[in-house]
């Protein structure tokens, strides 16, 4: 791959002079804040619902709010300086300012009026609590009624849909969140209710921290979390139903290699054709507090905008789904539905432009769809489309985008049981309902083999398939589980070849992995050993480590065994005297080297995430001083039966706020290092029994 380095251009700033208080008061609307910091909103119309779920985003996670909605709106480096340039030129490049004032001109005017209200709210609570605000985020006040929109398209588009490319840009590499989704139908429900795990894993800060709330007006009764900022609940659930997303494979971006010419055009289909080249600019905060203007070449192809160059006078072009104008007012559709036929019917829609929904109901329905928006190709399978597209050839620009009826999903299916834990979709069910060949190449990969989520995978298929009456108790268990799915696959052979070398340190490492429970528990003493040697194999071998491949025929047992088990232990002698040395034992229990700390909590943790194939994520990080630190991993959880009326258990990992001074930051870690979830109080008379405090607004 040839070095790329970041071509920095922009689009114009079109958001001065945004009206940003359509409604000043939501009479009547209540805000009952419980004692782990969760607002139950209660208002008399929609519109002041959310004035009042505005007031209270900005009440917990006010300056993480601003922070992302200046980054959102391109004008950072003008708040805070140089460091944020790149991200401004990135912000523009994209066109992010000029979406969301067009997405805010085509809402409906109903939708359009709760944004205004949204927006209204949070700017309420700025002038009304000046002092909780730092004094770095002030500037970004107030609030326009564009920016939940800027930050939508920002984090879905660019984040979700557009990361790969993003990173491509940049290292050549890409990251991956995850996620977990189950839904049981009452044929193998213990109760005869429907059951619905929801648990998105992602990191625990920035775009990605979610906000916990309950939103009740005439007609809606919605409980749930949303990344903040945003003015709509993302995963949740009513007394009719829910749903959950994961991160599905989903390639809804395309990079194109374009070769300039010597008369500083490009080449396409034979033809020299001209650079759409514009001039923008920003400004940058200098140490004086003075604003210095920095200007920049904004460039398209008829690929889509230029987002990196290199030396050798080619540029890559980005070309991302971006069909999502209305994306936040179908996510309020699908909160407000009560019923499977109105659900699907706001899914029909297709504005978010990706993720896998799972969905479970109240009248026994369940439901699992690989949603997103999927360009539609004349050739090419999955894998070639990740590659980077020539940019002479105009075949390869796609316009148009699978319906909803051509994406893959499941209705009651006869197995019982829909999940997802980023997995394509083809492993929904087991055995599969859903036939890979029955779909275009280019949808999904044809196994989760090739997208390096193995492990995790198998643990909730197998889980599920093994089950034939969960009740609600196992099934919070289930989510809990911290076993190590590919120690299943690989432990006995390493053990195996330990024992038989020559390497009195290789043998130590066998008999303390001889004696680990298979857990990733606090207490488990092995776990750190295997992880480490596991993950560091895994890269130094490309996950080419097997001797007997993964066979979707055989999904449960496969991959297995060691292709070169003198290697394997080669690898595990240099991580069993790295452990020996850092703990003084290779048996150090894991909760002393993994640690979970949130604000002033620091407490041991459990679970892991891939390539481990641990189903309960924690994502660990070296800490620069020997131990590891979660930055992520299960953010919102909840497990849900649909009885009448249902009954939840729920979690925010990482506490349901980010604002200096809270007590909520990081108040529900000790949960979740016990891995225990909390009762939603659903009902006033539940909520005022826990109440902490109280806004009403006249």
């Known amino acids: 791959m040839k070095y790329i380095k970041w071509l920095m251009i922009a689009a114009a700033f079109l958001l001065l002079g945004v009206s940003v208080l359509a409604q000043e008061t939501a009479p009547g609307t209540e805000i009952l804040w419980d004692t782990w910091g969760v607002p139950h909103i209660f208002a008399e119309d929609t519109a002041s619902l959310f004035y009042g779920f505005g007031w209270a985003q900005m009440q917990n996670h006010?300056?993480?709010?601003?922070?992302?909605y200046g980054r959102s709106r391109g004008e950072a480096a003008q708040y805070w300086g140089s460091g944020y340039v790149d991200s401004d030129l990135l912000t523009h490049t994209v066109g992010i300012p000029e979406v969301a004032q067009a997405h805010y001109d085509a809402q409906t005017d109903m939708f359009r009026s709760y944004i205004d209200a949204f927006v209204a709210g949070m700017n309420a609570y700025a002038e009304a609590n000046p002092d909780a605000i730092s004094d770095a985020m002030k500037p970004v006040l107030p609030v326009r009624n564009t920016d939940p929109l800027a930050l939508a398209y920002n984090d879905v588009v660019v984040f979700f849909v557009g990361g790969g490319a993003i990173g491509a840009s940049q290292a050549w590499s890409a990251g991956q969140a995850g996620s977990n989704a189950w839904a049981i139908a009452p044929e193998r429900s213990a109760s005869g209710n429907a059951l619905l795990v929801?648990?998105?894993?992602?990191?625990?800060?920035?775009?990605f921290v979610w906000f916990e709330a309950q939103l009740v007006a005439p007609g809606v009764d919605l409980y749930g979390a949303t990344l903040i900022g945003l003015p709509g609940i993302e995963i949740g659930f009513n007394e009719y139903l829910g749903w959950t997303h994961t991160v599905n494979t989903h390639d809804g971006f395309d990079l194109y290699e374009i070769n300039l010419t010597a008369n500083g055009g490009y080449m396409l289909d034979g033809e020299e054709k001209a650079l759409d080249v514009q001039m923008g600019s920003i400004q940058v905060l200098q140490d004086d507090g003075t604003?210095?203007?920095?200007?920049?070449?904004?460039v398209h192809t008829e690929h889509g905008p230029v987002i990196a160059q290199n030396d050798q006078g080619q540029v890559l072009a980005f070309r991302v789904v971006n069909d999502t104008t209305?994306?936040?007012e179908q996510w309020w559709q699908m909160g407000t539905a009560t019923n499977l036929g109105e659900f699907e019917a706001a899914m029909s829609r297709v504005q978010i432009p990706m993720f896998n929904t799972v969905y479970a109901d109240v009248d026994g329905h369940i439901y699992y769809i690989f949603n997103g928006q999927v360009p539609v190709h004349a050739s090419g399978d999955f894998d070639y489309w990740l590659q980077i597209q020539p940019g002479d050839d105009s075949s390869l620009i796609w316009n148009e985008l699978h319906t909803y009826d051509d994406l893959p999903k499941v209705i009651d299916p006869p197995t019982g049981f829909v999940q997802n834990a980023n997995e394509p979709p083809w492993t929904s069910t087991i055995p599969p309902v859903l036939n890979w060949a029955d779909f275009p190449s280019y949808m999904a990969p044809q196994t989760y083999y090739q997208t390096g989520h193995i492990f995790r995978p198998?643990?909730?298929?197998?889980?599920?398939?093994?089950?034939?009456?969960?009740?609600?108790d196992e099934l919070i268990a289930y989510k809990h589980s911290t076993h190590v799915e590919s120690a299943d696959h690989v432990l006995s052979d390493l053990i195996a070849a330990a024992q038989a070398s020559d390497s009195d340190l290789a043998k130590q490492a066998a008999d303390v992995l001889a004696a680990w429970?298979?857990?990733?528990?606090?207490?488990?003493?092995?776990a750190v050993l295997f992880i480490l040697w596991f993950e560091s194999y895994a890269q130094q071998t490309g996950f080419d480590m097997f001797a007997t491949p993964f066979d979707i025929n055989?999904?449960?047992?496969?991959?297995?065994?060691l292709s070169d088990p003198a290697g394997a232990v080669a690898a595990l002698e240099v991580v069993a005297a790295q452990v020996q040395e850092n703990y003084g034992t290779l048996d150090v229990p894991y909760g002393d080297v993994m640690r979970l700390r949130v604000g002033e909590y620091d407490l041991p943790g459990n679970g892991g995430g891939d390539p481990s194939g641990v189903f309960r994520a924690a994502w660990y990080v070296p800490d620069g001083q020997g131990k590891f630190q979660a930055i992520g991993g299960d953010s919102w959880v909840a497990v849900i039966e649909f009885s009448r009326p249902p009954q939840a258990r729920v979690l925010i990992s990482q506490g349901n706020a980010t604002q200096p001074g809270s007590p909520h930051v990081g108040d529900q870690l000790e949960l979740y290092a016990a891995q225990e979830l909390r009762e939603p109080w659903l009902t006033r008379e539940a909520i005022e029994a826990n109440l902490e405090s109280q806004n009403t607004f006249e």
């Open 458 to 472: 198998q643990t909730s298929q197998q889980m599920l398939a093994e089950d034939d009456s969960v009740t609600y």
């Open 291 to 298: 604003l210095a203007e920095q200007t920049f070449p904004i």
């Open 198 to 207: 929801e648990n998105p894993h992602l990191w625990w800060s920035d775009v």
């Open 62 to 68: 006010a300056d993480a709010i601003l922070q992302l």
């Open 517 to 526: 429970d298979g857990n990733t528990n606090a207490d488990s003493q092995g």
């Open 554 to 561: 055989d999904p449960f047992n496969t991959p297995s065994g």
């Open 326 to 328: 209305y994306m936040m």
